[in-house]
């Protein structure tokens, strides 16, 4: 569990705070590097049995699409699915199982590569890990949305191809789930930040917009998909998971919000842009809710503008108000509300308390932003 006494330190200090540029493994090394190696096998087997990549640059695209958003990215939901897996499953686990786990993992791992493909596309964007935003090349341009539902496709080819009919149904209703509520995100993200209407900016319609866009995919499907292949999914298990997780997912997004904030590529993958954009942020909504009326007026009047002096301002306003401090309290009560949680569980829960205080343990030092203070201090 991570020390109170670490998160009451950095909101005291968080005028010194900067980004780590290295998260925790969720996975030890070695078995994060069979993982890892496993992605090149995979994805070819599953080129050279889909029927309609019947040529060389057919073959050769859906390869392209499938790895590009790969490369330097962080793999967390992918380490979470085998990490869920591997604690529900009493006997060691190994041959053709091992094999269909990374296959799983790596099929949420490139859910998000479909939602990211999309994201930037919306959002505008021109780098992510370092790199062009897939939209950007020559061959790719107004092609991107339709190399997203390519690989979307491609994912429920590689679920048919690796499991039995059964559990290629239960993944099947389970991926559509997270592809729907994505969109779904998607749409109430990007028609908010266009209707530019900042009374409705609030908390809210922000969780609402979280719930949707990444609370879901970012730690609740994974813990869902391990449900389903240990055979453990019913209606109780994904309860305890709705009910602990989903707290844990709305922090992962506000989490993103103040890394947007502070424009780190590193951390993020993305450049930021949520001021310019209209975003309804975490910190917009607490900026608002504290503002006075010359600060709201001031506000409104330069918010979701690309002219950098406008962009400065809002950040003003977001200094004058102490959002940094505001947003470290409010981890702290987080974390101590999702542990509460956990405490709560029936002693015969499945999954157990011992198993959600192990992903929540692995899983909140990656979003957490004082992280790097607690491992140096």
Avoid at 25 to 37: H, M, P, T, V
Avoid at 186 to 212: E, V
Avoid at 263 to 272: A, I, L, P
Avoid at 335 to 363: G, H, M, Q
Wanted: glycine share 4%; charged share 25%.
């Amino acid at each position: 569990m991570v020390p109170t006494k670490w998160l009451l330190n950095m909101s005291r200090n968080c005028c010194k705070w900067r980004h780590p540029q290295k998260q925790k493994k969720i996975l030890s090394q070695d078995a994060y590097s069979s993982f890892i190696n496993s992605l090149p096998v995979i994805i070819d087997k599953g080129v050279q049995h889909t029927k309609y990549l019947e040529t060389d640059e057919l073959r050769d695209r859906m390869k392209r699409i499938a790895e590009y958003y790969m490369r330097g990215r962080k793999t967390i939901q992918g380490e979470l699915t085998i990490l869920g897996h591997e604690l529900l499953k009493s006997e060691k686990i190994e041959g053709d199982l091992k094999k269909q786990q990374y296959v799983l993992a790596w099929c949420v791992e490139l859910l998000m590569s479909y939602i990211l493909i999309l994201d930037d596309i919306e959002d505008g964007a021109t780098c992510r890990n370092g790199q062009p935003c897939w939209h950007l090349f020559a061959d790719v341009g107004s092609l991107a949305g339709n190399d997203a539902s390519m690989l979307r496709s491609f994912i429920m080819q590689l679920l048919h191809i690796n499991f039995s009919s059964q559990l290629f149904v239960d993944f099947a209703k389970l991926f559509n789930e997270a592809f729907f509520t994505c969109n779904v995100g998607q749409y109430l993200d990007a028609i908010t930040s266009k209707q530019r209407n900042y009374k409705n900016f609030t908390m809210d319609l922000y969780k609402n917009i979280a719930l949707y866009k990444y609370a879901y995919y970012s730690v609740k499907f994974p813990i869902l998909s391990a449900l389903v292949l240990s055979n453990n999914y019913n209606k109780d298990t994904c309860r305890y998971v709705d009910d602990i997780l989903t707290d844990v997912g709305i922090w992962s997004q506000i989490n993103n919000d103040f890394t947007d904030y502070y424009d780190d590529d590193v951390q993020t993958g993305k450049t930021g842009s949520d001021i310019q954009a209209g975003k309804c942020t975490w910190l917009a909504v607490t900026a608002l809710q504290r503002c006075s009326p010359a600060q709201r007026e001031e506000f409104n009047a330069h918010y979701g503008s690309w002219q950098p002096d406008h962009v400065a301002r809002i950040r003003d306003i977001y200094q004058q108000l102490g959002i940094v401090g505001i947003y470290y309290r409010e981890e702290l009560a987080t974390y101590d509300r999702i542990i509460k949680k956990i405490e709560s569980l029936p002693a015969n829960a499945v999954p157990s308390a011992d198993f959600f205080k192990t992903v929540v343990d692995a899983y909140y030092p990656n979003v957490a932003c004082g992280k790097s203070f607690y491992r140096n201090n």
